[in-house]
Each structure stands twice: as C-alpha cells, then as structure tokens.
C-alpha cells in the first residue's frame, strides 16, 4: 500500500501551481467580476496541455493519467475554481466522451484540437426540464435519409456559448427510455444550432455556462457518437470520471480557502494576540485540515481506480459527495474565522464561499450520489 506520489507528479504539482499563481491569480477577480470567459488563459492551459490530460500522446493529448488530472484540477482550482471547472468540462465530459465513445474518424478529427486547446468543448446532457432526471430528455433527433434534424434547448451548458464542439443528447427512439438516446457531436456554427441564455451566476463566475437551443439543427449521421440509442448509457459511464474531477475541484477549493483563513490567522490580531492563538480557531483549522485530507484520500483512490481500470461508479460518488460537501463546510469555516472581512472582496473567502457550492450540485446532487452509493452497495451485495 502506498501513499505518496512519483517524483514526475510531485514536479507537475509544482508546475501547475507556480502558472496558477503566476498566471491566474493577478486576474482572477476581475474575471470574476464580468464574468469575462478567459480564453487566453485557457489558451494557455492548453499550451501545458492541461486540456488533453488523459488522451494519448498521437492523438496530441499529454498521455497522463487520472491521478495526475486531478492533481492538475486541484491546483488550478486552488487559487481559482472557474478555470478549474472549464479544465474539468473539457477534458473529461466532451473531449472524453468523443475519445471513449466517438470512432477512429470522430477521435481523429477532433482530440487533436480539443487537447491544444485549439478548440474548447462542452457537454450538454441536462434540460430545463431534466436535471436530475437526466434520461427525461425531451430534445428530440428525427432521421432524415442520411442525417439527423435536432430539436430542443439544454441548460446549464458549461462553455455553452464559447464552445467550438459540443456532445449534445438527444431522444432518438422514444418508445426505448434510456436506451432510445443518443450523442451527437455538433461543430460551432453549424445552421440551427446555437447558444441561448449566457447565466448569471453565484459563483465560478469566468467560467461559461450558457443555454444550447437546437431548432431544426441538421447534423450528419457521421456526427452520432457511438451507437444510435447508447448515448445515456455512455453518459453515465462518463459521469464516473466526471466526478472524480468535480471531488478535485472541490479539493482544490477547499485547500485555497483553508490556506487562506490559516495565513489570515496568524496575521489578524485581536486582544493583543493572533486569533490562532485561540482554540476556537484551532480547533476550526483542526477539523478543516483533517476532513480535507480525508477527502483528498477518496478523491485520489477513485483516480488511482480509475488509472487501473476498475469501475469507480460508487467510489467516484464517494469522491465526490464527500470533497463537496466537506469543501462547502471548509469555505464556510474560513470565512467565519476572516470574520467582517470574509463578507468583502478584498479577501479571498467570500469567493470561495460562492464558488465552492456549485460542487455539491453539478454533475449529480448529493442526494443523487447517495442514490447512486447506496444502489452500488446493493448490488454488491448481489
């Protein structure tokens, strides 16, 4: 059994985080506050081949595993979640699904610009009127001799409107369910299709997250990824490593925010002494630092099964349920312990406070990895 990490992974920690502080830092909140999509500093990660983390290196990706994407997301996500997210969505929903489910001619044509960061992907899977119930999809794809007429809108799209390729699901054969669903991947500009309404969010504000509306959108056969029906099923195999990076953004969060409340509190000083003399505080430090390194260890466990290729379906929810969870009660802790200046910008807690919550939300609720967990636990049992 071992713990530690290589000495390769240790010098790409150090790297990602040296450009996070360098790079990302100075500008954040000011992305933040116009929620400005940085495509520079996504052009950037690119360059570092941040963005084809986990596909081989002929295909032009960095031929890196799980464990080092989520150390990648993590330090990024550290000093700032949005560009977190947009390295998560990118890598490991839309350029993964086309990697793992596409064929040679889609993978071919597409992860080569995806992975440089030539092109930025996007994965839109969930409706206004099915989050949760993702298989409720009602955007329809009808066949038309050779090719495919799309109808429908989907919400929540990150990078929904910057995106230069999108995996959009649509209800190919209703009378199946969820085996009547299938993928289709979409080039921006193509006639019909196009995004809608850009959100204005809480948190991870750069980071896009926009409509996607599909009105008589005519798409090649060629464009279906996979096979006709499968497009659910392949989406869900795709969410477990989905949300081991959402586990690695909320990890990185968690940390930024602990840091920064235990940097603060040695600096704040009230009665005479640095609040961290007092146990209230260190008791607050205490409890942050041991549940972040209990989520760090189910976060790299799912990565390291993943790297093994076993099925992560109940350890990635594991992952994920708990970093978010402990990431949203970590930001809540330190923004206590900066006290009245948590509540102001000019002070990094009140950031990650808006930011951390979406982790306990995207790619499944809470509630849907407890399902998730308990059916696994189940089944296990035969």
């Known amino acids: 059994m071992e713990f530690g990490f290589s000495e390769d992974q240790e010098l790409l ?179 019909g299709f196009r995004p809608g309404k850009k959100e204005n969010k809480m948190g991870l504000r750069a980071s896009d997250t926009s409509e996607v509306i599909m009105d008589d959108c005519r798409v090649s056969s060629s464009q279906m990824v996979g096979d006709r029906g499968m497009g659910f099923v392949d989406a869900m195999k795709i969410l477990d490593g989905g949300r081991i990076s959402i586990a690695a953004l909320a990890l990185g969060m968690g940390w930024g925010a602990f840091e920064a409340a235990l940097k603060y509190s040695r600096e704040r000083e009230q009665f005479g002494r640095p609040v961290g003399d007092f146990q209230a505080i260190r008791f607050m430090l205490a409890d942050m630092a041991t549940r972040l390194e209990a989520a760090s260890l189910l976060t790299y466990k799912a990565a390291w099964m993943k790297d093994n290729r076993m099925r992560t379906t109940r350890q990635s929810a594991m992952a994920k349920l708990y970093a978010s969870e402990v990431g949203v009660w970590v930001a809540d802790r330190a923004l206590q312990i900066f006290g009245g200046y948590g509540y102001v910008k000019d002070f990094p807690a009140e950031k990650y406070y808006r930011d951390m919550k979406l982790c306990t939300i995207g790619e499944g609720t809470s509630e849907i990895q407890r399902m998730v967990i308990a059916r696994q636990l189940i089944a296990d049992l035969g």
Not at 57 to 84: F, N, P
Not at 114 to 123: D, K, P, T, V, Y
Not at 129 to 152: K, P
Request: charged fraction near 25%; charge should be negative; hydrophobic fraction near 35%.
């Open 13 to 191: 920690r150090r790297t990602v985080r040296e450009f996070a502080e360098a790079e990302i830092r100075p500008t954040m909140m000011e992305f933040d506050e116009s929620q400005e999509f940085p495509h520079e500093m996504l052009r950037k990660c690119g360059e570092l081949g941040f963005l084809g983390v986990l596909f081989p290196e002929e295909l032009g990706g960095a031929g890196m595993g799980y464990a080092e994407y989520v150390t990648i997301v993590e330090e990024l996500s550290r000093v700032d979640g949005s560009i977190g997210i947009s390295v998560a969505a990118h890598n490991s929903l839309c350029t993964n699904h086309v990697y793992r489910h596409g064929d040679d001619e889609q993978r071919s044509k597409y992860i080569p610009k995806l992975a440089s960061g030539e092109w930025i992907g996007a994965w839109s899977l969930t409706e206004p009127t099915a989050g949760s119930d993702a298989a409720g999809t009602r955007t329809v794809a009808v066949q038309d001799g050779d090719d495919w007429i799309l109808n429908g809108a989907k919400t929540f799209t990150t990078h929904g409107s910057v995106a230069d390729l999108t995996v959009v699901f649509a209800v190919t054969d209703a009378a199946k369910g969820n085996k009547g669903i299938s993928a289709f991947a979409i080039e921006k500009g193509t006639p």
